[in-house]
Nanobody, 120 residues
Framework: QVQLVESGGGSVQAGGSLRLSCAAS?????MGWFRQAAGKEREGVAY???????YYTDSVKGRFTISQDNAKNTLYLQMVSLKPEDTAKYYC?????????????????WGQGTQVTVSS
């Protein structure tokens, strides 16, 4: 089992910044951030592997940065230049399978989510 707890969400104005944190019971090889806006499917935002590989969906490239602190068992998502279209519930997820991907169904464990709301 991997237990995950997200924090750091909130309401900000467009152009603002937030840093999301995910406290994990352990850090598996692949961890990711997903988001789900109202009426939309869950979307892969970013992932990171312990080998240093990262992925970002096109809409967040240059604005979001995924990182992890293995000593603290914590995953982060630094979000800058936030846009209203970033509004969603953000989830931390862990993938214990061999293939790391931006697809939600590949992930085994999920946090409860933290809401990010960006106003214009």
């Amino acid at each position: 089992q991997v237990q995950l707890v997200e924090s750091g969400g909130g309401s900000v104005q467009a152009g603002g910044s937030l840093r999301l944190s995910c406290a994990a019971s352990r850090i598996p090889w692949c961890m990711g951030w997903f988001r789900q806006a109202a009426g939309k499917e869950r979307e892969g935002v970013a992932y990171i592997t312990t080998g240093g590989s990262t992925y970002y969906t096109d809409s967040v490239k240059g604005r979001f940065t995924i990182s992890q602190d293995n000593a603290k068992n914590t995953l982060y998502l630094q979000m800058v230049s936030l846009k209203p279209e970033d509004t969603a519930k953000y989830y931390c997820a862990a993938n214990v399978r061999a293939y790391c991907s931006p697809r939600a169904y590949e992930y085994n464990y999920w946090g409860q989510g933290t809401q990010v709301t960006v106003s214009s």
